[in-house]
């Protein structure tokens, strides 16, 4: 099955600042990765979400890459807000069997905005 | 407005009883799916069900029932013989299960054993 790796598990950036987050795949046949927001006691909240034949996307601030090749996909967060501080998780999908239409997330990221 | 409703948000269970978390969608989705969230260990699937009257095992289903009566609601029984039931319940949904369709999460229900 398939196997998402996140890192960091904890990024603390200066506000303003952009952050980074990475995630590793391990199902070549994967080919849709989403990403959440979830703010402290509330759902998941999808923000953007990229699929395989696309090697990015952006809507305003953020941002996700896609390496097909090296099985790797990140989210990028350009000048940084205090409402940007949140756990965010990445997840990926082959959709061919398995649970929730395969989507499989790791296991997520605080990111905290330093004023 | 359109969406995943959880109820109850706070929840008190004594040990060896029963309790059923509630989630309902008004999203007309077909497809709607428990998660079980904890500290350091992201989100795992619970169950999840396709259609009315079906619905199948997720990654840890041991000690937790769901029926799927309406389309609509998707209630979530813990059972007592779910060992370590303290934690974060989600609900979902997405249009079908099918790859690349989003997932959408209702605002998570707290379990916690007394």
């Known amino acids: 099955g398939e196997n998402v790796e996140q890192h960091p598990s904890t990024l603390s950036v200066q506000e303003g600042d952009s952050a980074v987050i990475k995630c590793t795949y391990s199902d070549s046949a994967s080919n849709y990765f989403p990403w959440y927001k979830q703010e402290l006691g509330k759902g998941p909240q999808l923000i953007i979400d990229?699929?395989?034949?696309?090697g990015e996307k952006k809507d305003q601030r953020i941002a996700v890459t896609l390496n097909k090749t090296a099985k790797h996909f990140s989210l990028h967060i350009t000048e940084t807000q205090p409402e940007d501080s949140a756990v965010y998780f990445c997840?990926?999908?082959?959709?061919?069997?398995?649970?929730?239409?395969?989507?499989?997330f790791g296991k997520g990221t605080h990111l905290i905005i330093q004023p | 407005d359109g969406g995943i409703t959880q109820s109850p948000k706070y929840l008190f269970r004594k040990e060896g009883q029963n309790v059923t978390l509630s989630c309902e969608q008004n999203l007309n989705h077909d497809a709607m799916y428990w998660y079980r969230q904890d500290p350091g260990q992201g989100l795992r699937l619970i169950y999840y069900?396709?259609?009315?009257?079906?619905?199948q095992k997720g990654d840890i289903a041991e000690g937790y029932s769901v029926s799927r009566e309406k389309k609509e609601s998707f209630p979530l029984t813990v059972t007592s013989a779910q060992k370590n039931p303290t934690a974060f319940y989600l609900c979902?949904?997405?249009?079908?299960?099918?790859?690349?369709?989003?997932?959408?999460f209702g605002e998570g229900s707290w379990l916690t054993v007394v």
């Open positions: 979902a949904s997405s249009i079908y299960r099918g790859p690349g369709n989003t997932i959408y």
């Open positions: 069900s396709q259609i009315v009257n079906d619905f």
């Open positions: 990229i699929r395989s034949n696309v």
């Open positions: 997840a990926a999908t082959s959709g061919g069997g398995g649970g929730a239409d395969g989507l499989t």
